[in-house]
């Protein structure tokens, strides 16, 4: 077990498994969801997170899987690209955690590229609760 990042204000039961660091980010992997901090000024786009994804993936396993994009930090992204994490199959949904109305008004954009569940939420907790409860209903 890891020591979580004191910003990552999560439930007890949630136990931080791996960070994977890259240029473009952090990966922090809580089991089954993964939140990602993408660096101050990045771009980004699937020719540069490919390989970040390929490594988590790889450590994932066949694993279902929720996404959440903590944005703490200001970057580009093309949101285009999300019809390439639409094709992981194991991939189940995908979040953003926003700290303005800026980017409330972005995660709603951005929720039109992607077909999958897709939520956005004011803070990491209701993300990590989301797809908590997203996982468990796809038991079923």
């Known amino acids: 077990m890891k020591a979580r990042?004191?910003?990552?204000?999560?439930?007890?039961?949630a136990i931080l498994k791996d960070i994977l660091?890259?240029?473009?980010?952090?990966?922090?992997?809580y089991?089954?969801?993964?939140?990602?901090?993408?660096?101050?000024?990045?771009t980004l786009s699937y020719t540069n997170a490919f390989p970040i994804l390929v490594k988590g993936l790889n450590y994932l396993n066949t694993s279902s899987w929720v996404y959440i994009?903590?944005?703490?930090?200001?970057?580009?992204?093309?949101p285009q690209d999300y019809k390439y994490l639409e094709k992981i199959p194991t991939l189940k949904g995908f979040s953003i955690v926003y700290d303005n109305k800026?980017?409330?008004k972005n995660a709603?954009?951005?929720?039109?590229?992607?077909?999958?569940?897709?939520?956005?939420?004011?803070s990491l907790?209701?993300?990590?609760?989301?797809?908590t409860a997203l996982l468990e209903s796809k038991k079923n």
């Open 125 to 131: 907790i209701e993300a990590y609760e989301w797809g």
């Open 69 to 78: 994009s903590n944005r703490i930090n200001s970057y580009s992204l093309k």
């Open 31 to 42: 089991g089954k969801i993964v939140i990602v901090e993408a660096n101050e000024g990045v």
């Open 102 to 104: 800026i980017g409330k």
């Open 5 to 13: 990042p004191i910003h990552h204000d999560l439930p007890d039961s």
């Open 21 to 29: 660091n890259s240029d473009i980010g952090t990966i922090y992997i």
């Open 108 to 122: 709603a954009l951005e929720s039109k590229f992607f077909n999958k569940p897709h939520a956005s939420f004011p």
